[in-house]
């Protein structure tokens, strides 16, 4: 088993480690090194690879076989990737998968036998305005139906194959985007472009004009709150990093966006990557950190292309570097490429995975900002409230906080997705009603379709029924419909959807991407799913109501983080909320959605079996 | 020195103690499994959930540091049924194949669901396969009983620093595993199976040898090095199933090498010493006449390291009573002191007693080994010779074997059968070290008891009844006492034994002040 490294592969390696303060931490930016080099990622590559660096080989395929992204050396020469979340599997994403399989023979997890094809499922690729939607290799695919899939088999086949990359679009709304203003324009993601709208000229201010006490005191004033999921204060999250300490300061974007149902960062990421930029280089100063790292999902192919090229664009202007617009302030940014793991978007397991790991979240205290990357100080801040920072700077608090709530201010930018006419990203004053969304601004459901649920902020929320959709759309109106605001990801859903089927979506989502790390977790998710497939598949006992609700409670605030909890909230609410539902299928002995012909949720292997 | 308050009671410990650890040294105990004293936290299996006065939620006390006033609350219902709750989830996709399965007897996971009255599971569904495989030429693995604790993991990073183990997989599919074709081989490897909590790492060679409960256990002290690591020894029908590590912060901390836990296979050798060749009358009047006829000196000794404090000393004895010179001293010496990433150190000394027979005969003695005896024997000055040896496979010089054709008389008192024996005219088959009592000292001059596992063969002597039966022949001695009577003796005779006894050395043993007196030499 010994692989001979090209000398080119060495250096670039090398180069590799030298951009992270341990050489491991270049660990999954050297499989993606090998996959590039040799198609895939390989046993002989990895020992290869693991004594390079330095570490056990053991240690290289505990890493390679927890992340799901990168290319096995079975797979086909083209992977085929549908996905099969919530979102796109309300609009018929399983559907697909089901046409794909028997369109090419196989089931998902197999490969064509001449090796052409390999279909897989995987989970949200954050692309649910376009449900459904595929990637094949790293290239997406939106809004694909049988008819588009069979033709891109077929040009496969033919050699004329050419990936295109898919069109932007916004829906209009009287609401007039900040962040989003630009995104559709042509080049927008260029540093020229940028430049012409006024860009880095608060970034350059900030770095030569304020101290970084009074940056983190502005941004605190202002009361812009973390754009992730947990909405914690972000002047406030800055403000713990030990300024005295004289460790380094690392500032990390978290650019791992995998909620089900959000799809913002991707556009920010793709679309206007120096505004994420100039809002890194405000947080850096902020933490007096000189090294920044954009951890951007592995699915993402593309966006870290475009990240890339924009940091050499803003590196060659002078505007990052070892002299930042001339002032005596080093800032490095590094783009790290995840490989498909959800639970890399937990800041925690995210600096874990960056450290060259298993994604394993950690227990806190102690806190990022204390004791992070490399046990030193670290903030990690959601893409979209980086791209937040220029704003507030240039147009001051009292601009940003027109807009929004007295808690929540500034726009948020919310995914409208699942059962509505408009899906897409809305940019919107924190604080209007869900109702409002929903009807007046993605124009209601599809044509004779009543509301059913709505999951307000990704799938980790607890789930809204017809009668809850008044609630205000922000960080506390939210909690306080026991809900949350979560990352924005709002999932609309009509009366035909089945919500046993629904849910077990879900939850076969959050079996696949606990870590596996705590108890109640590992164990607790994977039985909630083999207990929704039975209920599902009219295998159900009355008990099994009871017992689904009796797991969650187990599984709640049991574990270091809190995937269990964000597994569990959803299920209990769905459970409660449409217990006659799940009662049917007991008593149905099956689907009573299915029997009707009404369902598009259908896993593929009901499917398979139906025909 | 923060002061906590453990289910209402108050104990000072030291700043950044780890609320479990505080709690398990003021003896109240809270179950765990990734926890493990010598490793560093991980806080992943969740059994060890407390309450504690700064969290709503429970905490996991492996990870919460105590910090000044806290108050931990170790039982209570709520805190019960988390407990319960976690063994649930343990054993959902558990095989429970406990009547089959190595670790049962002595198992946490049989433990805590016992304690806990976790009889009744509400899992129905069908359960996840995980493959049962080699993982190295001592460690099969039952994927389907691993609970993911990584302690194994944790091992080989930090304490064996070797990296052979990871998790592969993720969610409810992880399990521990090696990279292919890189097996888990190197000289602690065995630690693994010692602190996997369930029956997932099993040693292939204790492998369906015992059933755990029908075996004794004997806490002892390894003899392979001279590290003395402190051991327990699993024992059936009067023979050694294995050896497993037993903790002493001063001497091995929790682990012990394979070589060690291997070190007992030559006790019940078909080449074991089982029958007397002549007696030990032969042996004495023969000495005896010797020195009558060539004068002083013309008896001389061979003593190993291998033997006991109590044996040397009357060795000794024995050596004065033939007015010999002071003994060759047999060591045996291997390879290099290996010092491991986690602190834990193999000494290249291979033989549990080499600081008694310095204490005895003098570092320059012992450096000496055989030669000066090889050069009286081939000098003529030495004609007959007593050898006394409990090294398993001694390395015997082949000049001493070469001199031995020049005596007139030579006694071996040893364990297993070796040219030595075979050029013997007396053979008074010993005792291995797994079949007496007696005291060690360690590199580190730390006086050890080791403990009688199994009976000897049948024609096999204590070498303490040996040496004090001949020494009573030659009216050096008035009667034969146990070994520990003769410890009393070492403890008068000697200042750094001073006020000890079997018992003031407990399990753990104690270390040893300088003697205060200088060596005895030679007569």
Redesign the interface.
Not at chain 1, 511 to 520: A, I, L, R
Not at chain 1, 522 to 527: A, L, N, V
Not at chain 1, 557 to 560: D, K, Q, V
């Given at each position: 088993?010994s692989l001979q490294l090209t000398q080119g592969f060495i250096n670039e390696l090398e180069a590799l480690c030298a951009r992270y303060p341990k050489r491991e931490a270049a660990l999954l930016p050297a499989l993606r090194l090998l996959e590039q080099e040799f198609g895939s990622v390989t046993?002989e590559g990895?020992?290869a690879v693991?004594k390079r660096i330095g570490?056990?080989?053991?240690?290289?395929?505990?890493v390679f076989?927890?992340y799901?992204h990168y290319r096995r050396p079975t797979d086909g020469k083209y992977l085929l990737q549908v996905c099969a979340t919530l979102p796109c599997a309300l609009r018929g994403g399983l559907d697909l998968a089901g046409h794909l399989g028997n369109r090419l023979g196989i089931r998902p997890g197999e490969t064509t036998p001449d090796g052409l094809f390999t279909l897989k499922k995987v989970e949200c690729l954050a692309n649910c305005d376009k449900a459904p939607c595929l990637q094949v290799n790293d290239d997406y695919v939106d809004v694909v139906n049988p008819e588009t899939a069979d033709e891109i088999v077929e040009r496969i086949r033919s050699g004329t194959w050419k990936p295109e990359l898919p069109p932007y679009s916004i829906p209009t709304t009287k609401y007039e985007p900040i962040l989003l203003k630009h995104v559709l324009e042509r080049d927008s993601f260029t540093v020229d472009h940028y430049l012409a709208r006024g860009g880095y000229k608060q970034a350059e201010r900030v770095i030569r004009t304020m101290k970084p006490a009074e940056v983190i005191e502005l941004v605190k004033q202002s009361g812009l709150r973390g754009r992730g999921g947990a909405g914690f204060p972000t002047g406030m999250k800055w403000g713990f990093v030990p300024a005295a300490s004289p460790k380094p300061k690392y500032l990390i974007c978290n650019d791992d966006e995998s909620e089900p149902g959000t799809f913002k960062d991707k556009m920010l990421t793709e679309r206007d990557p120096h505004r994420v930029i100039e809002g890194i280089l405000i947080a850096a100063w902020a933490i007096q950190s000189h090294s920044a790292y954009v951890y951007i999902r592995g699915e993402f192919g593309y966006g870290a292309q475009v990240l890339r090229r924009a940091v050499d664009e803003a590196a060659a202007k002078g505007f990052l570097g070892a002299k930042c617009f001339g002032a005596d302030y080093r800032l490095d940014v590094t783009v790290h490429r995840g490989a498909g793991?959800y639970i890399c978007g937990e800041e925690t397991g995210l600096i874990t995975s960056l450290e060259g790991n298993?994604g394993y979240p950690k227990?806190k205290p102690p806190f990022p900002a204390v004791e992070g990357f490399f046990r030193s100080p670290t903030i990690v801040n959601n893409v979209e409230t980086l791209a937040c920072l220029p704003l507030i700077l240039g147009n001051g608090i009292d601009w940003f906080r027109k807009f929004g709530t007295e808690k929540s201010p500034g726009t948020k930018i919310f995914c409208l997705c699942g059962h509505v006419q408009r899906p897409g990203l809305y940019e919107l004053p924190l604080g209007l009603p869900l109702r409002e969304m929903i009807y007046d601004l993605a124009g209601g459901l599809p044509e004779g379709r009543a509301l059913k649920a709505v999951i307000p902020g990704g799938s980790s929320a607890a789930v809204l029924t017809v009668d809850e959709v008044d609630v205000k759309m922000d960080f506390d109106s939210l909690a306080a419909a026991k809900t949350m605001l979560g990352s924005g990801g709002v999932i609309v859903m009509d009366d035909r959807t089945c919500m046993v089927e629904a849910l077990w979506n879900i939850l076969r989502f959050y079996?696949?991407?606990?870590?596996?790390?705590?108890?109640?977790c590992?164990?607790?998710?994977?039985?909630l799913d083999?207990?929704l497939a039975?209920l599902e598949t009219g295998r159900g006992r009355p008990?099994d109501l009871g017992?689904v609700l009796?797991v969650c409670d187990?599984m709640v605030?049991?574990?270091?983080c809190v995937l269990a909890d964000a597994a569990a909230m959803p299920a209990k609410s769905i459970v409660q909320k449409f217990r006659p539902e799940f009662e049917a299928h007991v008593a149905q002995q099956g689907c009573p959605f299915k029997k009707n012909g009404q369902t598009r949720t259908v896993p593929v292997e009901l499917a398979a079996e139906n025909r | 020195m923060p002061k906590v308050k453990i289910n209402g009671k108050e104990v000072e410990v030291a700043p950044g103690t780890l609320a479990l650890k505080a709690c398990l040294e003021a003896g109240v105990f809270v179950p765990h499994y990734c926890y493990h004293p010598g490793l560093t936290p991980a806080g992943n299996c969740r059994m060890c959930l407390v309450k504690v006065s700064n969290s709503r939620k429970l905490e996991a006390s492996c990870m919460y540091p105590c910090t000044d006033h806290l108050e931990i609350t170790t039982e209570g219902p709520d805190i019960d049924k988390a407990r319960r709750d976690v063994l649930e989830f343990l054993l959902i996709n558990h095989p429970l194949d406990c009547p089959i399965c190595d670790k049962s007897g002595e198992c946490a996971l049989q433990d805590y669901t016992y304690t806990y009255r976790r009889g009744v599971s509400r899992f129905v569904e069908p359960k996840n396969i995980r493959p049962t495989k080699d993982l190295g030429p001592n460690i099969k693995i039952w994927g389907n009983r691993c609970i993911v604790c990584t302690r194994c993991v944790r091992f080989c990073e930090e304490i064996s620093g070797t990296g052979e183990l990871c998790v592969v997989n993720r969610g409810d599919h992880a399990v521990v595993d090696v990279f292919p074709g890189v097996p888990i081989d190197n000289p602690l490897s065995l630690n693994v199976v010692d602190i996997c909590p369930v029956g997932a790492l099993i040693d292939k060679n204790f492998l369906y040898s015992a059933r755990v409960w029908f075996a004794q256990e004997t806490k002892t002290v390894c003899a392979t090095c001279s590290r003395g690591c402190n051991a327990l020894v699993t024992s059936l029908d009067g023979r050694i199933k294995r050896i497993v590590a037993r903790p002493n912060a001063a001497v091995n901390q929790y682990w012990m090498c394979d070589e060690g836990r291997r070190n007992f296979e030559y006790v019940a050798s078909k080449r074991r010493l089982d029958s007397r060749r002549g007696t030990f009358e032969e042996m004495t009047s023969a000495a005896r006449a010797i020195v009558k006829r060539y004068g002083s000196g013309s008896v001389g000794g061979v003593v190993s390291t291998y033997q006991t404090v109590e044996e040397m000393h009357l060795f000794a004895k024995l050596m004065k009573a033939l007015e010999a010179p002071a003994p060759g001293i047999l060591t045996a010496e291997r390879g290099a002191r290996q010092v491991f990433p986690g602190g834990f150190v193999i000494e290249a000394d291979k033989t549990p007693n080499r600081a008694f027979a310095v204490r005895l005969w003098g570092e320059a003695s012992v450096q000496d080994g055989l030669a000066r005896v090889v050069t009286d024997i081939d000098g003529g000055r030495i004609k007959g010779l007593i050898v006394l040896n409990g090294i398993p496979h001694p390395p015997w010089p082949q000049a001493f074997l070469a001199a031995m054709e020049k005596l007139e008389f030579l006694a071996v008192i040893d364990i297993l059968q070796s040219p030595v024996s075979d050029r013997a005219s007396v053979v008074l088959p010993g005792t291995a070290w797994a079949e007496k009592d007696g005291v060690f000292v360690n590199v580190d001059r730390r006086a050890q008891r080791i403990h009688c596992v199994v009976p000897p063969p049948a024609g096999a002597r204590l070498e303490v009844d040996t040496l004090q039966m001949a020494l009573v022949a030659l009216g050096a001695r008035q009667a034969v006492v146990s070994a520990e009577t003769v410890f009393g003796e070492c403890a008068r005779e000697y200042s750094e034994f001073a006020g000890l006894d079997y018992a003031k050395l407990g399990e753990h043993g104690v270390g040893l002040p300088e003697a205060t007196e200088s060596v005895s030499a030679a007569p």
């Open positions: 088993m046993e990895m020992a693991a570490v056990s080989p053991a240690k290289v395929y505990g076989t927890f799901t793991a298993r227990i079996h696949h991407e606990s870590c596996g790390q705590c108890t109640p590992r164990e607790g998710t994977g039985w083999k207990i039975r008990e017992i009796e187990e605030g049991r574990t270091i | -």
